[in-house]
């Protein structure tokens, strides 16, 4: 019997956490952040360079033999909680995450060191909404005459990206994302902190990183891996929205007395507060149970993503609605946490997704 891991911070962590939080806490980010949207720029890459560049925060789960520090899933997993806290446009759940551990997985060791170094940004080149459960990942590219054919739509973190990585049917391809012959292509997003695009291949020359059965192992370990450390980014949003709420709540005041202190708005706070504290122990257990070896990783991601999905969007609900007419507004920021947490619900499957992929996991059979 797998023994039950330590679901607490240390205190690495924590000074992680504390500096991350100091980093991320400008005043003026909101502004900065609405006026990109505004101009098409979604991501912030002087936030990526410090993160990546100067904090070494994109190479924590590559080895230190490769240019990384080797620190493992449960600090990269803090790391997303506190970006989740910030709705920080920068591309490290698609990069330092799900195409790292593609990388890792199939041994393609030699581009996981730009990406740890923070010279490069690599992005897996699937639907953002597919789970580790689809085996339809295959059949949109092909290799023909020497080059790659196919369109990849509503791809994430694929319009920072350096590197492609591309899975046909004969493996796993790494492709120049300015190559000759490949075409990224912008779609509307409703998460416009993290948009998606359209991928076109016509011709486009790569390295076959991985043949057929490894690279469809190297992809599902992708995906679940990106599904069990993307709960913490959405407990970290749904952490933000709660304390932000609460705060909001004990100041605003209505017929003389302040907001919070009528007995529904407590309850429906306290509710809130019962999900996130929940949510807290099943991110961290999947966080802990990442990179695993046998099936306890898949159980833990899919569990993260049954519960840790909802819980985010009904935070954020909340929080647009109890900020009352200020919530609505595109100034306040409560609005990107929602689109945020609406988002990431169906990124890796959708939560019924994860919950029939639980049942069959567990040898549970359907009620």
Do not use: N
Not at 276 to 293: I, K
Not at 296 to 303: G, I, K, R, T
């Amino acid at each position: 019997m797998t023994a039950m891991p330590d679901l607490l911070y240390d205190e690495s962590e924590e000074d992680l956490r504390a500096s991350l939080r100091a980093l991320l806490s400008d005043v003026d980010r909101w502004p900065a952040a609405l006026a990109r949207i505004d101009g098409g720029e979604p991501y912030d890459a002087k936030l990526w360079r410090v993160l990546a560049g100067e904090m070494g925060l994109a190479g924590l789960l590559v080895p230190e033999g490769h240019g990384g520090a080797g620190a493992g899933h449960r600090v990269a997993a803090l790391v997303l909680e506190e970006l989740g806290r910030a709705v920080a446009p920068v591309p490290y759940l698609g990069s330092a995450v799900v195409a790292t551990t593609a990388l890792l997985t199939c041994g393609a060791t030699d581009l996981l060191r730009p990406l740890a170094e923070g010279d490069a940004v690599a992005a897996l080149a699937v639907p953002f909404s597919r789970s580790p459960y689809d085996r339809a990942l295959y059949d949109r590219v092909a290799e023909r005459d020497g080059g790659l054919h196919g369109t990849i739509t509503s791809v994430a973190d694929a319009l920072p990206a350096d590197i492609l990585l591309v899975p046909a049917a004969d493996g796993l391809w790494a492709v120049d994302a300015e190559a000759p012959g490949v075409t990224r292509t912008p779609v509307v997003s409703l998460d416009a902190t993290r948009q998606l695009c359209d991928i076109t291949l016509a011709g486009a020359s790569g390295q076959r990183i991985a043949g057929a059965e490894t690279g469809r192992v190297a992809v599902r370990a992708a995906l679940t891996t990106g599904a069990a450390l993307l709960a913490s980014e959405q407990l970290g949003v749904a952490s933000w929205c709660l304390e932000t709420t609460v705060a909001y709540v004990k100041e605003r005041r209505q017929f003389g007395r302040p907001v919070g202190s009528f007995q529904a708005v407590k309850h429906r706070l306290a509710d809130v507060w019962v999900d996130v504290t929940q949510a807290r122990a099943v991110a961290r257990y999947a966080a802990a149970s990442a990179g695993e070896p046998g099936g306890e990783a898949e159980v833990a991601a899919a569990l993260a993503q049954a519960h840790c999905a909802p819980v985010a969007v009904h935070a954020a609900e909340e929080c647009v609605q109890l900020h009352g007419g200020i919530g609505f507004t595109w100034e306040y920021p409560a609005h990107l946490y929602l689109k945020r947490a609406k988002a990431a619900a169906i990124a890796f499957g959708t939560p019924d997704r994860h919950r029939a992929a639980l049942g069959q996991l567990v040898d549970l059979p359907a009620a």
